[in-house]
């Protein structure tokens, strides 16, 4: 089992910009890829970003520009750089790890309001 946490999330203005985290407990060696989803009021849970252990990342067409998914190399850690926040951005960031095609844990959420 993993244990992942996520902070940073917070209440700000439109065009403003926001740093989320995301740590696991334990060092995972095999390869796996780590990703940020949302999901807003009544709506389903979407993929904004994610980025394999080698570095390749990916992002859904609403962010692409605005946010920056990144991690560290040594240790199980992963940044969502958002920039350019809109209200639209609004809803609860979840962070996600999965290991090979089986394994999968999530974070608790963190709250994103983006509100004038």
């Known amino acids: 089992q993993v244990q992942l946490v996520e902070s940073g999330g917070d209440l700000v203005h439109p065009g403003q910009s926001l740093r989320l985290s995301c740590a696991a407990d334990r060092s995972i060696l095999m390869p796996n890829t780590m990703g940020w989803y949302r999901q807003a009021p009544g709506k389903e849970r979407e993929r904004v970003a994610t980025?394999?252990?080698?570095?390749?990342?990916d992002y859904v067409d609403s962010v692409k520009g605005r946010f920056t998914i990144s991690r560290e190399q040594t240790e199980v850690k992963m940044y969502l750089d958002m920039t350019d926040l809109k209200p639209e951005d609004t809803a609860v960031y979840y962070c996600?790890?999965?290991?090979?095609?089986?394994?999968?844990?999530w974070g608790q959420g963190t709250q994103v309001t983006v509100s004038s």
């Open positions: 996600h790890l999965k290991i090979g095609r089986v394994y999968s844990y």
């Open positions: 980025i394999t252990s080698g570095g390749f990342t």
